[in-house]
């Protein structure tokens, strides 16, 4: 937030978005507003600002609250709060700046109001595009492909323009509303739909033509009847109120709130903050990547006592996980608040604080954000990491990094706490910048990685591993010795081992150690390396660490669990994204981004029965997204179900009267049950509610 800022503006700011109606703006209170503002409100950021915010922007009555808004608005946008620049209302007015010069042509209408603009500015520029312009029988056409990182939009999807009028502009398409028959300019859209549709195949082949039926690659469509789906304007209407959306709005909060608690950005982790990673095998033998976040000085946490003379910390951890090129996955966010006795409190002064988590990432590349954040002194500690989980050999062995440890106690079977391996809970240690005084001795931990198999078979096969430190340049390396025996690998193909260094007689300097395991069958071998430097006094200051206080409820409710479907379904692997999100939704079938996510795996598959399935464990409530309700009323159609569609839609349409696709579905199954009065009376009531012009908000 800029430090401009004031504390009272961003008071007033909290209390008129908590009280906010959802009335709408009045054209009247936009045109009341200085004309410099005006045109701000409805058309630079008409398209991103949520109707909370829009409403608070008209009620502040003096131009400096309104820069003080305006500074702020694009400050909880900004991507890296830290830059000098924000790279994010650069990008919007570029997009502005692209639709006036691009689009609207046709009529001369502003570029920025067109369906085009609109559909540009919300989104950005799209992956590929195509151009169908000079076809005989069809009209004018443009087709964007999107490769989307929105949580609340598909992760691949098309928008169509077309051009309904010779000289008019290029409208946005709808494969419901509009459908192929508004493509064609032959006499084949006099035939119908379906002869429509075989015109648009012969002349510019499937992929075009399916487009025309649906927006979402990969979803079943009736090309037998040309019939469109609903799903795709389920799409087109979550674009445009997508900056109004629970996905969008709930990522502004958490930016909000960011904002709100911390004032200062203190950015290099290699000045204050520790952040060790490594990837672990479970007894499951799934990946889990282990962090430790660290502050450098016991200074730099702070505890204070409220009214009550009670002692209390207030911290906060957040944690993105991204695809390599910056697209979110998911966010894990943790309040780390609570109250100290005074004995805990004697135990922690003076030393550094810590957080141990662990995040469910299957095999692959990532980028994770680690932000730790101290609500008492208004500091945020942030540091990122590209992080690679490496799949399970297929042959031979491979070595996990070192992990150093202070203690290690037993835990309990199957708890999977932070840095547990087998049933030993290790506490570890600073990887970076490890630092021991002579005579405190070098304990480590590693993790040895086979393929899966049957440990009986191993019989009495064992694998060497050998120990090498020393000071760098000099000749004074030592070695160690130890033989392993195989079967101690678990089914899954994962063992632990670890080594304790006396460090009495080394002589103070910096030292690397390297761990070498040799399987004596194949000759085959696996390395990892360690830093450490030695010292006569003044080592590294005593640690407290806090663990992942909702780890427990996290692998209860099935939360971890979606986090990594998220992770396979961004890597592409729908098969195990879809294994994970069922494991998910039957520990919480009252989730609803998991049974979303897990229909639309089912639908995509045609597996209508699971769908059905996934239905019968939890009732449709208003917070069940339209295309979710879509495909749970389809799948009973498909199963022959019809009565229990228009069962599902009429208790749909009750509790979300102002959805148009919803109306139109339940117009369709009653036209199939034979009940035409019912069926014109939803049709009408939803072509009434289906909206496809931009609307400017001016």
Known sequence: MSKSLSRSFVAVVLILLSTASFAGVSKKDIQALPPHYREWLTKE??????????????????????????????????????????????????????????????????????????????????????????????????????????????????V????????????????????????????????GRTQ????????????????????????????????????SDVMLNTIKTLKDNPWTTGMLEQRRRLLEDVTHRVILSDEFLYVITIPLR????????????????????????????????????TVRVSTPDKKLIFTQQRDLTRYL??????????????????????????????????????????????????????????????????????????????????????????????????????????????????????????LHVEYAYGRMGLHDTKNLADDLDKKQFSPSGAMVNGKKIETADLTPGNYRLSVTV??????????????????????????????????ADGVRTGSFDYERAQCYLSQGNTLEGATWLQRAYQKNPEDEDVRARLVDSFFAKQDF?????????SAITAKTGEQTILHIAESFDKLGQTNKSVEILEAAVTLKPQSGPLYLSLANYYQRLGNAQKAAEMEHKGRSLVHTPAETGS
């Not at 194949?522 to 030695?534: L, M, S, Y």
């Open 609 to 617: 029965k699971q769908i059905a399935a996934v239905y019968s464990k």
């Open 196 to 231: 429509a549709w075989r015109q648009l195949r012969s002349d510019l082949g499937n992929e075009v033509a399916n487009i025309t039926l649906s927006l979402i690659p990969d979803e079943p469509v009736d090309t037998t009847n040309a019939q469109p789906t609903l799903n």
């Open 518 to 551: 040799t399987d004596p069958l194949n000759h085959e071998k696996a390395f990892a390396t360690q830093a450490f430097r030695v010292v006569t006094s003044e080592g590294t200051p005593p640690a407290w660490d806090m663990l992942d206080p909702q780890f």
């Open 282 to 317: 479970d007894e499951q033998g799934d990946t889990n990547l282990h962090y430790l976040l660290r502050l450098k000085k016991p200074e730099d946490f702070a505890l204070a006592q409220n009214a009550d003379g009670k002692l209390y910390f207030a911290a906060e951890v």
């Open 160 to 191: 169509m323009f077309f051009q309904r009028e010779t000289s008019g502009p290029f409208r946005l398409y709808s494969p419901y509303m509009d459908g192929p028959e508004k493509l064609v300019s032959s006499y084949q859209a006099e035939s």
């Open 45 to 158: 950021v008409n398209y991103i600002i949520t109707e909370d915010e829009k409403e608070v922007f008209v009620k502040l009555t003096t131009d400096a609250d309104r820069d003080k808004f305006i500074d702020r608005f694009w400050a909880i946008r900004n991507p890296d709060p830290d830059s000098p620049s924000n790279s994010y209302k650069d990008e919007i007015y570029k997009r502005i700046a692209h639709a006036n010069e691009y689009f609207g042509h046709e009529d001369g209408s502003p570029g920025w109001m067109t369906d085009m603009g609109r559909i540009y500015i919300t989104l950005g520029p799209p992956k590929e595009t195509r151009k169908i312009l000079n076809e005989a029988n069809e009209r004018p056409m443009e087709i964007w492909f999107y490769d989307n990182a929105n949580g609340a939009l598909p992760p691949f999807f098309y």
């Open 341 to 462: 006795s005074q004995d805990q409190y004697d135990k922690v002064k003076n030393k550094l604080f810590g957080y141990e988590g662990v995040l469910p990432l299957p095999p692959g590349k990532y980028e994770v954000e680690f932000l730790l954040a101290n609500k008492l002194k208004k500091t945020a500690f942030k540091a990122t990491k590209e992080v690679v989980i490496p799949e399970s050999p297929t042959t031979g062995v491979r070595l996990s990094d070192i992990v150093p440890f202070d203690q290690a106690e037993s835990a309990p079977p199957g708890a999977g706490l932070p840095f547990q391996v087998a049933n030993v809970k290790f506490t570890p240690g600073i990887g970076q910048d490890l630092t021991l005084v002579q005579g405190q001795p070098m304990q480590f931990l590693y993790q040895i990685w086979a393929p899966p198999a049957d440990p009986k078979t191993y019989g009495n096969a064992q």
